[in-house]
């Protein structure tokens, strides 16, 4: 059966589109959702795209983890659905409790635009089960706040609990311990900055996106 | 019920990189002031509550500051308040 993957897009999305082309053309069946939705209707698996929701005022996704959708989306994570975070999204995930840390400006203040290595750390997530521990995958980033960071005893926990999913190969936003992505207790919520829909064909430069995205599907 | 105006200042919390005070700190010794040091860049939130008195009014905007105005894993905040009739 076909996996259908609920978009979440909320006002100041932009890359839902790409999101739900990507999971179309690796066989899934995207259904975009709106932020004001009250459910995620019939998604097998939801995924929050990238973007600037509601302008990312006062915080990135501080404004956005109050939309109706969000409600859904944490009753579907805790019934264990899968649900991923891309870079607008991980900041939604982690202003709404649904991962921890939180995701600050970029150490150098630089807006990052460009294609980087990721090493995968753990294959027990819905995010990475298609992918090799230690394999590298290059995958673009676009971010300015995706410098992630967390007190001591959280990073120790996501350490001990294998929930690093993704590290920078060279950190590119002072990033703490080159967290590129993590994942939840459960391993059904992951975020993480990079783009994997950006990279989901070989026409794009790179397909190492689809490794994750296939998981999903 | 009484006014209050609330003055919220949010920063961040110690220990956590503060990118825009790091540069500040760096531009201001090319301007002459090489005496400046702990550069911190925070945020300044005022808003008006109607309460029943000062302690309320209080309550109301820590609750406020908890749920939405700071986030808590990389800034604190300080409350003013005033009262304004």
């Known amino acids: 059966m076909t996996t259908k993957v609920g978009v979440v897009t909320f006002p100041g999305t932009n890359c839902e589109q790409d999101v739900a082309w990507a999971v179309k053309v690796l066989g899934g069946e995207p259904q975009v959702l709106w932020h004001a939705d009250p459910t995620v209707g019939t998604a097998d698996a939801v995924v929050l795209a990238g973007g600037f929701a509601h302008g990312d005022y006062l915080r990135t996704g501080a404004i956005a983890r109050f939309s109706p959708v969000m409600d859904a989306v944490a009753e579907f994570a805790r019934a264990g659905g899968p649900v991923v975070g891309i870079c607008n999204g991980f900041q939604i995930l982690c202003e709404a409790g649904l991962l921890a840390g939180a995701l600050q400006k970029n150490a150098g203040l630089k807006f990052r635009c460009q294609t980087v290595e990721l090493r995968v750390e753990t294959t027990s997530t819905v995010l990475t089960r298609n992918a090799a521990a230690g394999q590298i995958l290059r995958i673009p980033i676009n971010h300015f706040e995706g410098n992630f960071v967390c007190d001591e005893p959280t990073l120790k926990g996501l350490q001990e609990n294998d929930q690093v999913v993704l590290r920078y190969v060279e950190n590119p936003n002072g990033s703490l311990d080159d967290i590129a992505g993590i994942c939840n207790d459960g391993r059904n919520v992951v975020g993480l900055m990079p783009h994997p829909e950006r990279a989901a064909e070989a026409i794009l430069g790179s397909a190492d996106g689809a490794v994750l995205l296939r998981s999903l599907l | ?85």
Do not use: F, W
Request: net charge negative; aromatic share 4%.
């Open chain 2, 1 to 85: 019920m009484s006014s209050y105006e609330a003055r919220i200042e949010v920063g961040h919390r110690p220990g956590i990189l503060d990118p825009q005070g790091g540069v500040i700190e760096r531009a201001l010794p090319a301007l002459g002031y090489g005496n400046v040091s702990h550069v911190r860049v925070g945020k300044s939130i005022r808003l008006a509550v109607e309460a029943a008195d000062e302690g309320a009014a209080r309550a109301q905007v820590e609750e406020m500051c908890r749920k939405l105005l700071a986030n808590p894993v990389i800034e604190d905040y300080t409350i003013e308040l005033t009262e304004t009739m």
